[in-house]
Protein backbone atom coordinates (compact mmCIF):
# COMPACT_ATOMS: atom_id res chain seq x y z
CA UNK A 1 0.00 0.00 0.00
CA UNK A 2 1.30 3.65 -1.09
CA UNK A 3 2.49 5.23 2.11
CA UNK A 4 -0.22 8.15 2.56
CA UNK A 5 1.24 11.88 1.38
CA UNK A 6 1.48 13.97 4.56
CA UNK A 7 -0.45 17.36 4.75
CA UNK A 8 1.28 20.80 5.21
CA UNK A 9 0.72 20.97 9.03
CA UNK A 10 2.59 17.16 9.73
CA UNK A 11 5.87 18.76 7.28
CA UNK A 12 5.83 22.28 9.22
CA UNK A 13 5.55 20.08 12.56
CA UNK A 14 8.52 17.87 11.29
CA UNK A 15 10.53 20.77 10.52
CA UNK A 16 9.47 22.70 13.57
CA UNK A 17 10.57 19.87 16.07
CA UNK A 18 13.94 21.21 14.43
CA UNK A 19 14.77 24.01 15.97
CA UNK A 20 11.68 24.63 18.30
CA UNK A 21 11.76 22.73 21.54
CA UNK A 22 8.80 20.15 20.93
CA UNK A 23 7.88 22.23 17.80
CA UNK A 24 6.00 24.50 19.24
CA UNK A 25 6.63 28.13 21.24
CA UNK A 26 4.00 27.08 24.18
CA UNK A 27 3.56 23.77 25.16
CA UNK A 28 -0.97 23.18 24.64
CA UNK A 29 0.08 23.85 21.11
CA UNK A 30 1.57 20.54 21.01
CA UNK A 31 -1.22 18.04 20.70
CA UNK A 32 0.27 16.13 22.35
CA UNK A 33 -2.34 15.06 25.07
CA UNK A 34 -4.93 14.77 21.82
CA UNK A 35 -2.51 12.26 19.86
CA UNK A 36 -2.23 14.00 16.62
CA UNK A 37 -0.27 16.76 15.13
CA UNK A 38 -1.18 20.55 15.21
CA UNK A 39 -2.93 22.19 12.41
CA UNK A 40 -0.61 25.44 11.34
CA UNK A 41 -3.29 28.30 10.45
CA UNK A 42 -2.73 30.72 8.21
CA UNK A 43 -5.65 32.98 8.35
CA UNK A 44 -8.75 33.92 10.05
CA UNK A 45 -12.08 35.96 10.01
CA UNK A 46 -14.97 36.00 11.84
CA UNK A 47 -15.42 32.59 14.07
CA UNK A 48 -13.36 30.77 11.33
CA UNK A 49 -9.79 29.76 10.86
CA UNK A 50 -7.75 28.32 7.86
CA UNK A 51 -5.10 25.94 8.32
CA UNK A 52 -1.99 26.01 5.59
CA UNK A 53 -3.70 22.90 3.65
CA UNK A 54 -7.18 25.56 3.22
CA UNK A 55 -9.23 23.83 5.51
CA UNK A 56 -11.92 26.08 7.74
CA UNK A 57 -12.46 25.13 11.25
CA UNK A 58 -15.06 27.01 13.64
CA UNK A 59 -12.75 28.43 15.95
CA UNK A 60 -13.93 28.58 19.95
CA UNK A 61 -10.21 29.22 20.89
CA UNK A 62 -10.16 32.88 19.92
CA UNK A 63 -6.50 33.61 20.20
CA UNK A 64 -7.02 32.08 24.29
CA UNK A 65 -10.25 34.55 24.56
CA UNK A 66 -9.01 38.02 23.19
CA UNK A 67 -10.83 37.79 19.71
CA UNK A 68 -14.25 38.90 21.50
CA UNK A 69 -15.55 40.79 18.23
CA UNK A 70 -14.13 37.05 16.22
CA UNK A 71 -11.09 37.18 14.42
CA UNK A 72 -9.57 40.33 11.94
CA UNK A 73 -12.06 42.69 13.16
CA UNK A 74 -12.19 45.81 10.75
CA UNK A 75 -11.62 48.11 12.65
CA UNK A 76 -8.71 46.77 14.78
CA UNK A 77 -7.59 46.14 11.92
CA UNK A 78 -7.31 49.33 10.39
CA UNK A 79 -6.52 50.26 13.59
CA UNK A 80 -3.22 48.24 13.43
CA UNK A 81 -2.28 49.43 9.53
CA UNK A 82 -2.49 52.94 10.38
CA UNK A 83 0.07 52.93 13.44
CA UNK A 84 2.08 50.58 11.64
CA UNK A 85 3.15 52.92 8.72
CA UNK A 86 4.45 55.70 11.47
CA UNK A 87 6.72 52.85 12.75
CA UNK A 88 6.82 49.62 14.50
CA UNK A 89 8.34 50.39 17.70
CA UNK A 90 10.19 53.13 19.16
CA UNK A 91 11.04 52.51 23.07
CA UNK A 92 10.02 56.07 23.71
CA UNK A 93 6.46 57.26 25.63
CA UNK A 94 3.87 57.45 22.92
CA UNK A 95 0.21 59.14 22.87
CA UNK A 96 -0.88 55.74 22.31
CA UNK A 97 0.09 54.82 25.91
CA UNK A 98 -1.52 57.69 27.70
CA UNK A 99 -4.97 57.46 26.00
CA UNK A 100 -5.42 53.85 26.20
CA UNK A 101 -4.45 54.05 30.10
CA UNK A 102 -7.03 57.10 30.18
CA UNK A 103 -9.68 55.08 28.61
CA UNK A 104 -9.24 51.80 31.24
CA UNK A 105 -9.02 54.10 34.40
CA UNK A 106 -11.70 56.56 33.38
CA UNK A 107 -13.74 53.22 33.00
CA UNK A 108 -12.94 50.62 35.11
CA UNK A 109 -14.04 52.19 38.96
CA UNK A 110 -10.75 50.35 40.65
CA UNK A 111 -8.03 50.86 38.70
CA UNK A 112 -6.76 54.97 39.11
CA UNK A 113 -3.50 53.43 37.30
CA UNK A 114 -2.15 51.40 35.27
CA UNK A 115 1.34 50.10 33.75
CA UNK A 116 1.18 48.23 30.63
CA UNK A 117 3.48 44.64 29.97
CA UNK A 118 3.86 42.67 27.25
CA UNK A 119 1.95 39.57 28.50
CA UNK A 120 -0.04 38.49 31.28
CA UNK A 121 2.53 36.55 32.78
CA UNK A 122 4.59 39.52 33.11
CA UNK A 123 1.77 41.13 34.52
CA UNK A 124 0.64 38.81 37.43
CA UNK A 125 5.29 38.80 38.41
CA UNK A 126 5.12 42.75 38.32
CA UNK A 127 2.18 42.81 40.56
CA UNK A 128 2.63 40.33 43.55
CA UNK A 129 6.41 42.32 43.25
CA UNK A 130 4.29 45.35 44.27
CA UNK A 131 2.21 43.72 46.83
CA UNK A 132 5.11 42.18 48.59
CA UNK A 133 6.85 46.15 48.29
CA UNK A 134 3.71 48.12 49.40
CA UNK A 135 3.10 45.54 51.87
CA UNK A 136 6.87 44.57 53.16
CA UNK A 137 5.52 41.37 53.21
CA UNK A 138 6.73 38.12 51.26
CA UNK A 139 4.25 35.60 51.46
CA UNK A 140 1.79 34.78 49.10
CA UNK A 141 -1.78 32.83 48.54
CA UNK A 142 -2.69 31.31 45.11
CA UNK A 143 -5.10 28.58 44.74
CA UNK A 144 -4.40 25.19 43.38
CA UNK A 145 -5.36 25.26 39.72
CA UNK A 146 -5.45 28.93 38.99
CA UNK A 147 -2.75 29.73 36.56
CA UNK A 148 -0.88 32.90 36.77
CA UNK A 149 1.79 32.30 33.98
CA UNK A 150 5.04 30.75 34.19
CA UNK A 151 7.30 32.86 36.63
CA UNK A 152 8.85 30.72 39.14
CA UNK A 153 7.02 31.85 42.71
CA UNK A 154 3.67 30.53 40.48
CA UNK A 155 4.45 26.87 39.44
CA UNK A 156 3.08 25.64 42.60
CA UNK A 157 0.20 23.66 41.86
CA UNK A 158 -0.69 25.11 38.93
CA UNK A 159 -2.98 24.80 36.05
CA UNK A 160 -2.97 24.93 32.47
CA UNK A 161 -0.37 23.16 30.63
CA UNK A 162 0.88 21.82 33.74
CA UNK A 163 -2.06 20.25 34.50
CA UNK A 164 -2.38 19.08 30.95
CA UNK A 165 1.12 17.77 30.87
CA UNK A 166 0.61 16.09 34.54
CA UNK A 167 3.73 18.42 35.56
CA UNK A 168 3.32 19.33 39.35
CA UNK A 169 6.02 22.50 38.83
CA UNK A 170 9.03 22.96 36.60
CA UNK A 171 12.60 21.75 36.64
CA UNK A 172 14.50 24.69 37.35
CA UNK A 173 12.49 26.86 39.32
CA UNK A 174 14.61 26.73 42.95
CA UNK A 175 13.07 25.79 46.04
CA UNK A 176 14.05 28.72 47.49
CA UNK A 177 11.46 30.39 45.18
CA UNK A 178 8.75 28.76 46.25
CA UNK A 179 9.27 28.98 49.74
CA UNK A 180 6.93 32.10 50.50
CA UNK A 181 4.06 30.59 47.43
CA UNK A 182 0.85 28.97 50.14
CA UNK A 183 -1.23 26.97 47.79
CA UNK A 184 -5.28 27.05 49.14
CA UNK A 185 -8.11 25.49 47.71
CA UNK A 186 -10.40 27.38 44.85
CA UNK A 187 -13.95 27.74 46.54
CA UNK A 188 -12.97 27.02 49.71
CA UNK A 189 -12.83 29.87 51.91
CA UNK A 190 -11.71 28.08 54.91
CA UNK A 191 -8.62 26.85 53.34
CA UNK A 192 -7.91 30.47 52.89
CA UNK A 193 -8.37 31.69 56.65
CA UNK A 194 -6.25 28.50 58.05
CA UNK A 195 -2.94 29.86 56.01
CA UNK A 196 -3.82 33.63 57.24
CA UNK A 197 -4.03 32.49 61.28
CA UNK A 198 -0.87 30.12 60.30
CA UNK A 199 1.13 32.60 58.75
CA UNK A 200 0.26 36.00 60.80
CA UNK A 201 1.62 38.92 59.36
CA UNK A 202 3.33 37.05 56.75
CA UNK A 203 0.72 37.34 53.76
CA UNK A 204 0.91 40.46 51.10
CA UNK A 205 -1.56 39.34 48.71
CA UNK A 206 -4.10 36.51 48.13
CA UNK A 207 -4.11 36.02 43.98
CA UNK A 208 -6.66 34.59 42.28
CA UNK A 209 -8.83 34.00 39.12
CA UNK A 210 -11.97 35.14 39.94
CA UNK A 211 -13.72 32.74 37.48
CA UNK A 212 -11.13 29.73 37.14
CA UNK A 213 -10.20 28.93 33.70
CA UNK A 214 -7.24 27.09 33.50
CA UNK A 215 -8.32 23.71 35.00
CA UNK A 216 -11.28 24.15 32.71
CA UNK A 217 -13.79 26.86 33.73
CA UNK A 218 -15.28 26.74 37.31
CA UNK A 219 -16.71 29.68 38.49
CA UNK A 220 -16.36 30.57 41.85
CA UNK A 221 -19.14 29.24 44.06
CA UNK A 222 -21.60 31.98 46.27
CA UNK A 223 -19.60 34.10 49.13
CA UNK A 224 -15.95 32.99 48.07
CA UNK A 225 -15.01 36.06 46.48
CA UNK A 226 -16.66 38.55 48.96
CA UNK A 227 -14.89 35.69 51.76
CA UNK A 228 -11.33 36.61 50.18
CA UNK A 229 -12.08 40.38 50.07
CA UNK A 230 -12.72 40.37 53.53
CA UNK A 231 -10.28 37.78 55.08
CA UNK A 232 -7.60 40.52 52.86
CA UNK A 233 -8.92 43.70 55.07
CA UNK A 234 -9.12 41.56 57.61
CA UNK A 235 -5.38 40.54 57.47
CA UNK A 236 -4.24 43.94 55.71
CA UNK A 237 -3.41 41.65 52.61
CA UNK A 238 -3.75 43.17 48.79
CA UNK A 239 -6.38 41.40 46.97
CA UNK A 240 -5.21 40.49 43.51
CA UNK A 241 -7.88 39.65 40.61
CA UNK A 242 -5.81 37.57 37.96
CA UNK A 243 -8.17 38.78 34.89
CA UNK A 244 -5.83 38.01 32.24
CA UNK A 245 -9.21 35.71 30.81
CA UNK A 246 -12.09 37.33 32.15
CA UNK A 247 -11.15 41.39 31.90
CA UNK A 248 -13.47 42.49 29.67
CA UNK A 249 -14.75 39.46 28.59
CA UNK A 250 -17.47 38.35 30.70
CA UNK A 251 -18.33 42.40 31.17
CA UNK A 252 -16.18 45.63 30.42
CA UNK A 253 -15.11 45.40 33.72
CA UNK A 254 -14.20 41.87 34.22
CA UNK A 255 -15.37 39.31 36.93
CA UNK A 256 -14.81 42.36 39.19
CA UNK A 257 -17.88 44.26 37.65
CA UNK A 258 -20.06 40.88 37.65
CA UNK A 259 -19.74 39.85 41.28
CA UNK A 260 -19.22 43.38 42.53
CA UNK A 261 -16.15 42.95 44.55
CA UNK A 262 -13.63 45.36 44.64
CA UNK A 263 -9.63 44.24 44.17
CA UNK A 264 -6.68 46.14 45.26
CA UNK A 265 -4.24 45.39 42.08
CA UNK A 266 -6.12 43.80 38.91
CA UNK A 267 -4.15 42.36 35.90
CA UNK A 268 -5.10 42.16 32.24
CA UNK A 269 -3.63 40.17 29.21
CA UNK A 270 -3.86 40.28 25.28
CA UNK A 271 -7.74 41.16 25.00
CA UNK A 272 -6.30 44.92 25.91
CA UNK A 273 -3.90 44.53 22.79
CA UNK A 274 -6.58 43.21 20.54
CA UNK A 275 -4.97 40.17 20.46
CA UNK A 276 -1.28 41.53 19.94
CA UNK A 277 0.80 40.45 22.70
CA UNK A 278 0.54 42.57 25.57
CA UNK A 279 -0.53 42.70 29.65
CA UNK A 280 -1.25 45.17 32.29
CA UNK A 281 -1.33 45.46 35.96
CA UNK A 282 -3.29 48.24 37.70
CA UNK A 283 -5.30 49.00 40.68
CA UNK A 284 -5.51 52.05 44.01
CA UNK A 285 -3.52 54.62 43.53
CA UNK A 286 -1.29 54.29 47.06
CA UNK A 287 -0.52 51.23 45.75
CA UNK A 288 0.34 52.16 41.80
CA UNK A 289 2.59 54.98 43.30
CA UNK A 290 4.96 52.45 44.20
CA UNK A 291 6.13 51.42 41.29
CA UNK A 292 9.43 52.67 40.10
CA UNK A 293 10.26 55.39 38.64
CA UNK A 294 7.76 57.04 40.95
CA UNK A 295 8.47 54.54 44.02
CA UNK A 296 10.70 51.86 45.07
CA UNK A 297 9.23 48.65 43.63
CA UNK A 298 11.38 48.24 40.12
CA UNK A 299 9.14 46.79 37.25
CA UNK A 300 10.77 47.85 33.29
CA UNK A 301 9.99 46.58 30.14
CA UNK A 302 11.74 48.23 26.74
CA UNK A 303 9.09 47.30 24.42
CA UNK A 304 6.10 48.26 26.96
CA UNK A 305 3.14 50.01 25.52
CA UNK A 306 3.86 49.06 21.87
CA UNK A 307 2.09 51.54 20.12
CA UNK A 308 0.94 49.07 17.20
CA UNK A 309 -0.18 47.06 20.23
CA UNK A 310 -1.42 49.87 21.85
CA UNK A 311 -3.49 51.17 18.95
CA UNK A 312 -5.05 47.41 18.39
CA UNK A 313 -6.43 47.50 21.67
CA UNK A 314 -7.34 50.96 22.00
CA UNK A 315 -9.84 50.36 19.57
CA UNK A 316 -10.93 46.97 20.99
CA UNK A 317 -11.71 48.43 24.21
CA UNK A 318 -13.56 51.09 22.30
CA UNK A 319 -16.24 49.22 20.22
CA UNK A 320 -16.58 46.82 23.38
CA UNK A 321 -17.39 50.20 25.67
CA UNK A 322 -19.57 51.73 23.15
CA UNK A 323 -21.52 48.29 22.74
CA UNK A 324 -21.45 46.91 26.38
CA UNK A 325 -25.36 45.82 25.28
CA UNK A 326 -23.20 43.11 23.40
CA UNK A 327 -22.23 41.57 26.78
CA UNK A 328 -25.72 40.40 27.29
CA UNK A 329 -26.11 38.71 23.38
CA UNK A 330 -22.70 36.86 23.92
CA UNK A 331 -23.62 35.53 26.97
CA UNK A 332 -27.32 34.79 26.01
CA UNK A 333 -25.42 32.89 22.63
CA UNK A 334 -23.37 31.21 25.35
CA UNK A 335 -26.43 30.22 27.07
CA UNK A 336 -27.67 28.16 24.19
CA UNK A 337 -24.64 26.33 23.31
CA UNK A 338 -23.51 25.72 26.79
CA UNK A 339 -27.11 24.83 27.98
CA UNK A 340 -27.73 22.74 24.75
CA UNK A 341 -24.35 20.52 25.24
CA UNK A 342 -26.00 20.04 28.62
CA UNK A 343 -28.87 18.86 27.62
CA UNK A 344 -27.52 16.18 24.89
CA UNK A 345 -25.05 15.08 28.10
CA UNK A 346 -28.27 14.08 30.14
CA UNK A 347 -30.18 12.73 26.71
CA UNK A 348 -27.05 10.61 25.88
CA UNK A 349 -26.72 9.55 29.79
CA UNK A 350 -22.98 10.73 29.58
CA UNK A 351 -20.30 10.56 32.09
CA UNK A 352 -19.54 14.85 31.66
CA UNK A 353 -20.48 17.98 32.89
CA UNK A 354 -20.48 21.56 31.91
CA UNK A 355 -19.57 24.37 33.37
CA UNK A 356 -19.71 27.95 31.64
CA UNK A 357 -20.33 31.80 33.11
CA UNK A 358 -20.75 34.35 30.49
CA UNK A 359 -18.93 33.00 27.00
CA UNK A 360 -16.44 30.92 29.04
CA UNK A 361 -16.81 27.03 29.08
CA UNK A 362 -15.98 23.62 29.29
CA UNK A 363 -16.81 20.03 28.78
CA UNK A 364 -15.51 18.10 31.74
CA UNK A 365 -16.05 14.32 30.98
CA UNK A 366 -16.56 13.15 34.29
CA UNK A 367 -20.13 12.72 35.86
CA UNK A 368 -18.85 14.88 39.40
CA UNK A 369 -19.77 18.44 40.09
CA UNK A 370 -16.32 20.18 39.13
CA UNK A 371 -15.51 23.18 41.64
CA UNK A 372 -12.17 22.12 42.28
CA UNK A 373 -8.86 21.50 40.95
CA UNK A 374 -9.14 17.97 42.70
CA UNK A 375 -12.45 17.15 41.84
CA UNK A 376 -10.88 18.49 38.16
CA UNK A 377 -8.32 16.28 37.60
CA UNK A 378 -10.94 13.06 37.86
CA UNK A 379 -11.85 14.09 34.65
CA UNK A 380 -11.10 11.48 31.96
CA UNK A 381 -8.33 13.05 29.63
CA UNK A 382 -8.45 10.18 27.19
CA UNK A 383 -12.41 10.98 26.56
CA UNK A 384 -11.38 14.29 25.83
CA UNK A 385 -9.24 13.34 23.30
CA UNK A 386 -11.71 11.47 21.31
CA UNK A 387 -14.42 14.47 21.95
CA UNK A 388 -11.84 16.76 20.29
CA UNK A 389 -11.30 14.33 17.51
CA UNK A 390 -14.37 13.98 16.27
CA UNK A 391 -15.20 17.74 16.82
CA UNK A 392 -11.95 18.55 14.45
CA UNK A 393 -13.40 15.74 12.28
CA UNK A 394 -16.59 17.63 11.79
CA UNK A 395 -14.44 21.30 11.46
CA UNK A 396 -14.58 22.44 15.28
CA UNK A 397 -11.77 23.68 16.99
CA UNK A 398 -11.79 23.29 20.48
CA UNK A 399 -9.05 23.67 22.66
CA UNK A 400 -6.65 20.83 22.24
CA UNK A 401 -6.96 20.33 26.21
CA UNK A 402 -9.54 19.24 28.71
CA UNK A 403 -8.45 21.62 31.09
CA UNK A 404 -8.38 24.88 29.01
CA UNK A 405 -11.69 27.01 28.61
CA UNK A 406 -14.01 27.30 25.16
CA UNK A 407 -14.29 31.71 24.47
CA UNK A 408 -17.06 32.13 21.96
CA UNK A 409 -17.30 35.16 19.90
CA UNK A 410 -19.66 38.30 18.78
CA UNK A 411 -19.28 36.55 15.54
CA UNK A 412 -20.32 33.03 16.47
CA UNK A 413 -23.73 33.17 14.93
CA UNK A 414 -26.90 30.51 15.73
CA UNK A 415 -26.47 28.76 12.87
CA UNK A 416 -23.20 28.12 13.92
CA UNK A 417 -23.64 27.44 17.45
CA UNK A 418 -26.60 24.86 15.93
CA UNK A 419 -24.12 23.15 13.98
CA UNK A 420 -21.83 22.65 16.78
CA UNK A 421 -24.86 21.63 18.95
CA UNK A 422 -25.68 18.93 16.16
CA UNK A 423 -22.23 17.58 16.10
CA UNK A 424 -21.78 17.61 19.90
CA UNK A 425 -24.96 15.39 19.83
CA UNK A 426 -23.45 12.95 16.86
CA UNK A 427 -20.78 12.82 19.15
CA UNK A 428 -22.63 11.75 21.88
CA UNK A 429 -24.70 9.27 19.98
CA UNK A 430 -21.45 7.62 18.21
CA UNK A 431 -19.82 7.05 22.24
CA UNK A 432 -23.49 6.14 23.67
CA UNK A 433 -23.67 3.69 20.64
CA UNK A 434 -19.95 2.14 20.93
CA UNK A 435 -19.89 2.37 24.98
CA UNK A 436 -23.26 0.45 24.69
CA UNK A 437 -21.93 -2.19 22.01
CA UNK A 438 -18.92 -3.07 24.52
CA UNK A 439 -22.01 -3.95 27.63
Known amino acids: MAEQKKNRSEVLMERAQKVIPGGVNSPVRSWQNVGMTPRFIQGSTGPYIFDVDGRKYIDY ?31 TPT ?14 PHVDMIRMVNSGTEAVMSAIRLARGYTGKNKIIKFAGNYHGHSDCLLVDAGSGLMTQGIPGSAGVPEGCTQDTLSAVYNDIASVEELFKANKDEIACVIVEPVAANMGVVPPQPGFLQGLRELCTKYHALLIFDEVITGFRLAFGGAAEVFGITPDLVTYGKIIGGGMPVGAYGGRRDIMEMVAPLGPVYQAGTLSGNPVAMAAGLAQLKILYENRGDYAVLSANADKLYEGMKEIIRRYELPATVNHIGSLGSV ?51 DIIQYTLDTFEAYAKTRRDEIESDL
Not at 61 to 85: F, K, Q, Y
Open 364 to 414: FFTDAEVTNYSIAKTADTGEFARYFRFMLEHDINVAPSQFEAMFLSLAHTD
Open 61 to 91: ICSWGPMILGHNNSEVLDAVVRTAENGLSFG
Open 95 to 108: ELEVEIAEYICERI
